[in-house]
């Protein structure tokens, strides 16, 4: 019996109530039938609807049932992690609860890690013999568009947003620090445990039939902001360069575009490339914002939005003189020459007293990430009543 796989199945819930009996049946149902030694996780975000009495009523009807529910935290991928932490078994598994993943596809993502065939098991919509119910044009322009902007990060990995994977319990314990937000937990985890064979197994991924989809807008935002985080590990010195062109690029089209709104008014050359400068500037503010906003714990600077303004003064002074004293009619030229002047500027006095070019101190906090500690080792030796 020693062979025989013993797998943690991790479901992060929020108002499930409706599909959390089928779900749990279907696994059940699924791993008896091969004699798996199985335990189901669940974890509840303090749902206001009558989840807490199904998982209380679950957890009766089947040993093999856990459930936590949390009060003081929120989001998808702690949820997950916390999971994680409780689990007892040699594979961990992470599906939905709204019945989206197909429990009989349990063996076929398992196994793989089974046979030391892989380091990590994507249950994969969009490999051969994968496929999506029914989904529109919008919906799957989304996917395809969250999924080209994490290619850099994991090469040829088909369907990195997916939630249906598998990985073995002990990849966890030398994972780098993990500081996931939002909902693509995946991702984060496929990085940052260093995973170099990535299997991906084909599944039907079904539309939900019960419930309330939890993808809002702020979800894909927060799904950047994540991405954000990747892209600085993965790439240290190329991001913060490649975030400096990006607020400088939108920058310099709303300098542009009140440039020549104002040139439109008849107002005076001084005054539009003074203005069109401060555009730039409030848009990198806005930048700036979102990041202290959203990457708190990142930020080493006790007053940074003072620094910000310190630096932006410099930049558009001298950067607005530079432009007045061009011997040039041409507004567009020289307004393109002052926010050059402006950004070298940025760039200078960003490296030199910030040492990071998104104006932070670069160097995370301790506090920024965490570290997975178990409250349990690996159990293999699962009694027979595992798969009553």
């Known amino acids: 019996m020693t062979n025989v796989p013993t797998v943690s199945i991790i479901v992060p819930t929020y108002r499930e109530a409706e599909n959390l009996p089928v779900l749990v049946d279907d696994v059940a149902a699924t791993l008896k039938a091969r004699g798996w030694f199985w335990e189901m996780i669940v974890v509840d975000d303090n749902s206001p609807d009558e989840t807490p009495r199904v998982l209380e009523e679950l957890s009766q009807k089947y040993p093999q049932f856990r459930y936590k529910i949390r009060t003081n935290e ?14 007892r078994y040699d594979y961990v598994l992470v599906m939905d609860a709204d019945l989206s993943h197909p429990p009989e596809s349990i063996p076929d993502v398992v196994m793989p890690l089974v046979k030391d065939e892989a380091d990590f098991v994507i249950g994969s919509r969009y490999v051969e013999g994968g496929k999506t119910e029914d989904w529109s044009r919008l919906r799957w322009l989304n996917s395809y568009g969250a999924t080209l902007l994490a290619k850099p990060l994991i090469g040829e990995v088909r369907d990195p947003m997916a939630g249906f994977f598998a990985l073995r319990r002990t990849a966890l314990y030398h994972a780098d620090p993990l500081n996931p937000i939002g909902y693509k937990i995946a991702l984060e985890l496929m990085v940052k445990t260093h995973a170099e064979r990535v299997r991906e197994v084909p599944i039907t991924f079904r539309n939900r039939v019960r419930g309330e989809s939890k993808l809002t807008m702020k979800e894909q935002f927060r799904y950047l902001e994540h991405l954000s985080r990747l892209y600085d590990y993965v790439y240290p010195k190329a991001s913060p360069r490649l975030k400096f062109l990006i607020a400088a690029g939108c920058g310099a089209v709303a300098a542009y575009g009140t440039v020549f709104g104002l040139n439109l008014l008849n107002i005076a050359p001084f005054v539009s490339v003074a203005v069109g400068m401060i555009a730039m500037i409030l848009v990198t503010l806005a930048f700036f914002a979102r990041y202290v906003r959203t990457q708190r714990d990142f930020i080493l600077m006790r007053h940074p939005f003072r620094e910000f303004a310190a630096i932006s003064l410099a930049e558009f002074l001298t950067g607005w ?3 007045m004293s061009t011997q040039t009619t041409n507004m567009a030229l020289q307004l393109g020459m002052g926010l050059t002047v402006l950004l070298l500027v940025r760039y200078t006095l960003r490296k030199v007293f910030l040492h990071d070019l998104r104006g932070i101190r670069g160097t995370p906090k301790p ?8 409250s349990a080792q690996p159990s293999t030796n699962a009694t027979p009543a595992a798969t009553a």
């Open 74 to 87: 929120r989001g998808l991928s702690s949820a997950v992690l916390a999971g994680i932490a409780i689990s």
């Open 321 to 323: 003189a530079f432009a």
């Open 367 to 374: 506090a920024a990430t965490l570290r997975l500690t178990f």
